[in-house]
């Protein structure tokens, strides 16, 4: 059986034509939506959202082309496009009857986020963001020997046809692969989530592909234009991120804060997936956030 959060009940939402996300929900009051990073689904967020729900409404979606979301195949670069995924959470809050709420992502999550806040101020009333940079600027800092950790970027960037060839035939080993080094405490994630994990990835090797491939195309023109523009996050923003800027020589804060004029930027001390490996300090710094 399938993992799931304690005391959430599961919806199915339409959000898009052919599109349905799934999500899991409970809680009461002010409303704030979670969305997982790779190679993950909602089940990353089962410790922070167990504890918002207690005077919190807490949306926990798989994201479309992950877990137990529709994936649609990929027409052009505009089906995973980040816009895209954004506008699918905007509507799936706005189905569960809330036309503004609070906004965190983790990862991939957290692009989407990004971009939901940038395209939708309306309804994006606070941002956290977990552990990535804005698409255009992480594109900017790679270079060299230390683009070397973010190998799956490239490999995933290529057309169609190779790169899911060759994630298909090794599929466990590859996403796994992220899951053994990203992680500081292996413990945070059990044996019963790592395997939902590579269960729901295993399915979704085209969709993940195609995500990825938006960040190298569409993605990044989308970001381009909204720095022409001007564009910045209007809304309360938190950021918080490993210590990986001094590595790779850049510095984090400095280039959120280009996007985010009322900005948090915390280091934390654990591995990439913070909301498994130091729930507490994820849900503290959420609750922080929100009283902002």
């Not at 020997?145 to 190779?162: D, E, K, R, T, V």
Request: charged share 20%; with cysteine; aromatic share 8%.
């Amino acid at each position: 059986m399938t993992p799931a959060i304690p005391g959430f009940t599961y919806r199915r939402v339409p959000v898009a034509d052919g599109v349905s996300l799934n999500a899991a929900v409970s809680g009461s009051g002010d409303p704030i939506v979670l969305l997982h990073g790779f190679p993950q689904t909602h089940l990353m967020w089962r410790h922070v959202a167990a504890d918002l729900a207690a005077d919190h409404t807490v949306i926990c979606p798989d994201l479309r082309g992950y877990g137990a979301s529709d994936k649609p195949a990929e027409t052009d670069g505009g089906t995973y496009a980040k816009r895209t995924m954004a506008a699918d959470v905007v509507a799936l809050a706005r189905a569960l009857g809330h036309e503004r709420f609070a906004l965190a992502g983790h990862d991939r999550g957290a692009l989407v986020a990004f971009r939901a806040g940038l395209d939708h101020p309306e309804a994006i009333t606070h941002l956290a963001v977990l552990d990535v940079l804005p698409t255009l600027d992480m594109w900017e800092v790679l270079h060299g020997a230390g683009g070397s950790i973010a190998f799956h970027l490239y490999l995933m960037a290529q057309p169609p046809g190779l790169p899911e060839q060759m994630i298909s035939a090794s599929a466990d080993a590859f996403f796994g692969h992220f899951l053994d080094i990203w992680a500081n405490d292996p413990r945070a994630i059990p044996a019963d989530v790592r395997a939902a994990y590579l269960d729901a990835c295993r399915e979704a090797v085209p969709s993940i592909v195609a995500d990825y491939r938006a960040s190298a195309g569409v993605d990044r023109d989308h970001d381009q234009d909204a720095r022409d523009a001007g564009d910045r996050l209007g809304m309360p923003v938190t950021v918080l991120q490993q210590d990986w800027g001094a590595a790779l020589g850049f510095d984090a804060a400095a280039l959120w804060g280009a996007w985010a004029p009322d900005l948090r930027h915390a280091t934390v001390t654990c591995g990439h997936f913070m909301a498994e490996e130091a729930p507490a300090d994820i849900a503290k710094a959420l609750r922080d956030l929100l009283t902002r």
